[in-house]
């Protein structure tokens, strides 16, 4: 038995209560004891029955992307790891300490989006709304069991290699919640699929998936762009170089290195998720760098990493080094019958009518 399993085995009897103490909670909001708010503007939850990565920034892009230019759209997250607290609403400055560095970085590619975070959810959106301009959409970031707001449309995101039908309630497994939680959503979309999905197995996994036919199934995958430098908008091709030093903080790094080892040499130099980077991180980033011999190389980052690198730009430490990092979109299978796109737009569209025919019944009254 491994060491991992045999933790687990120890720690069974507290997955136990964890779980009876979550199911509780699940219960109160289900029968109205613990209070559900349904704001008054279109909202998108997006989150995962599993504690770590399951994608949700890049799932979170891809809807402000399909919306921004037609609505006006907030995203509110709770800013982890930040060093603020309370409602806050990016300036402009896109900084990291204040907004976490995963809102920093959606802040700095959408600027015409209001970036928000805030603990409380119900708090944020009040907030949001009373701004000069408010927000037609709200996209909430990881709040599948932030049960106090009640999306207008919950997105459910599961990996394709790490379901959460083979997975179990923490600290046995991973998910934060059981799997029964599945059914609050209105669509599920499975992460991290194959670019070319084989039929077979998508059915199987829909099937192994159990959900109700209220429920709409899609399939996404990731998409990598060409390289661009931590401070410049320069893409450079990496079948142009031939080594690579691979500097992560996030949870899983295995399927940004495969990506690149496919183009040439990796050396990977790895942080704890979230790691917040200091001048003693970049000299040991530059003294690994220094040691690799190819005359074609350069150092590569995620975009995440790149948020928080940002923030020691201008320290000495960081003169002269080549750091790009690696944009990634989501691209979304379409179904026959059935199209991820349209299906979102036409509840927001739906919606948005709904809200602006009660604005204006309860003015009328």
């Known amino acids: 038995m ?173 998910l934060r919640e059981g799997r029964s939680g599945r059914y609050r959503a209105n669509i599920v979309i499975v992460t991290k699929s194959p670019e070319k999905l084989n039929p077979v197995d998508k059915h199987n996994i829909v099937s192994r998936l159990k959900l109700k036919p209220f429920q709409k199934v899609f399939f996404s995958y990731i998409h990598y762009l060409d ?42 130099l790895r942080f704890a998720d979230h790691h917040r980077f200091t001048v003693s991180d970049i000299k040991r980033i530059r003294r690994t760098f220094v040691q690799m011999s190819s005359p074609r190389k350069l150092i590569l980052t995620t975009e995440k990493d790149a948020a928080r690198l940002r923030e020691l730009a201008d320290k000495e430490a960081m003169a002269g080094l080549p750091i790009y990092y690696l944009p990634i979109e989501v691209r979304i299978h379409q179904n026959k019958d059935m199209n991820f796109d349209q299906t979102v737009e036409t509840i927001v569209h739906d919606n948005h009518l709904f809200q602006e025919r009660m604005r204006n019944a309860k003015f009328d009254f």
């Open 227 to 268: 390289p661009l430098p931590l401070m410049g908008n320069t893409a450079l091709p990496l079948k142009t170089i031939e080594s690579v030093l691979l500097v992560t903080g996030i949870a899983n790094a295995e399927p940004i290195r495969q990506y690149v080892s496919s183009f040439c040499e990796v050396s990977l």
């Open 2 to 174: 491994s060491f991992r399993k045999t933790i687990s085995w120890i720690l069974f009897p507290l997955t136990m209560w964890y779980a009876i103490c979550v199911w509780i909670r699940n219960r109160m909001f289900d029968a109205g004891i613990k209070r559900q708010t349904s704001p008054k503007v279109t909202t998108i939850g997006v989150g995962n029955l599993c504690a770590g990565g399951a994608g949700k920034t890049p799932h979170v892009e891809y809807l402000l992307r399909l919306l921004h230019d037609h609505y006006s759209t907030a995203l509110l997250s709770r800013g982890y790891h930040r060093k603020s607290r309370g409602f806050i609403l990016d300036d402009g400055s896109h900084n990291a300490n204040r907004l976490g560095d995963e809102p920093a970085m959606v802040a700095e590619k959408f600027p015409k989006v209001q970036v928000s975070v805030c603990e409380k959810r119900v708090v944020g959106i009040e907030k949001l709304m009373q701004q000069p301009q408010p927000p037609q959409v709200v996209v909430l970031d990881d709040s599948f069991q932030h049960r106090y707001i009640k999306p207008t449309i919950n997105i459910l995101l599961t990996e394709y290699d790490h379901p959460y039908y083979k997975d179990h309630i923490m600290p046995y497994g991973s």
